[in-house]
């Protein structure tokens, strides 16, 4: 991508509001609904205050659509797992800054695997914590919530943060995506977009908007389009 050309908006809803009852028939849905890809949302109730599920529950979903899926690992020591979520069908894969203690290593493991790498920093961390790993990554998650939960309110002073993030990746010899999660709805969208986000989750407010999933996708696109600056 040129650096003068705008990148590709991506909206990606969260499964946590899902019916997990349905979790395949419900990513038939997200799909048809025009996501570009799906998020699972994977927490193991140390690093963040709840508990979701793992790889085994992707993978049984995986054959239900072709639309790619990012696992999110709000998890302790993901170097452990990062391969049974590959192997789940996961294209791209997102670690925590905080649990990683050999960042470096983690995502050059992901890479060696054939996924796409990620780093997510949650509100506190400082994005100078990822400035050596730029080479590594596809994609940065500045978190506009504390993880653990959806329907939290949206984080307003992770803006700066967000243009900061576009600055820093910006110097790396690559294009780097970068998304926010947690909190993202129609009025919050466009000053994440306006802040340089290209990546928007959504689950909550996905779910539940009232003309449903393709809607909800459409409204945030061309909200995050018209307001996105970089
Ligand atoms: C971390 C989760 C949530 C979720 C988005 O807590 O990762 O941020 O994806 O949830 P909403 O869109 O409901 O804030």
């Not at 998020?39 to 963040?48: E, K, L, N, P």
């Not at 294009?175 to 947690?182: A, F, K, S």
């Amino acid at each position: 991508m040129s650096a003068t050309s705008a990148p590709s908006i991506k909206i990606i809803p969260s499964v946590l509001p899902a019916d997990f009852a349905r979790l395949g028939d419900e990513c038939q849905a997200l799909e048809q609904a025009g996501v570009d890809r799906i998020q699972f949302d994977v927490m193991d109730g140390r690093f963040v205050p709840n508990i979701t599920f793992g790889p085994d529950v992707i993978a049984s979903v995986r054959g239900a659509v072709s639309v790619p899926f990012e696992a999110h690992l709000m998890i302790e020591e993901p170097d452990h797992l990062i391969s049974r979520f590959v192997e789940a069908g996961c294209e791209l894969i997102i670690v925590h800054e905080e649990t990683c203690t050999h960042l470096h290593r983690t995502l050059a493991h992901i890479k060696e695997l054939g996924a796409s790498a990620a780093v997510a920093l949650n509100p506190h961390t400082p994005i100078d914590r990822v400035a050596h790993v730029l080479d590594l990554l596809d994609m940065a998650l500045v978190m506009t919530v504390n993880p653990g939960f959806g329907g939290q309110k949206y984080i307003h002073t992770m803006e700066p943060k967000v243009k900061a993030m576009r600055s820093l990746l910006d110097t790396a010899d690559h294009w780097i995506d970068l998304e926010v999660d947690g909190g993202i709805s129609h009025s919050t969208v466009e000053g994440a977009a306006a802040a340089g986000a290209n990546v928007l989750i959504s689950g909550s407010w996905m779910f539940r908007h009232a003309d449903g999933l393709a809607a909800a996708v459409t409204e945030l696109r061309t909200l995050a389009t018209g307001a996105y600056q970089r």
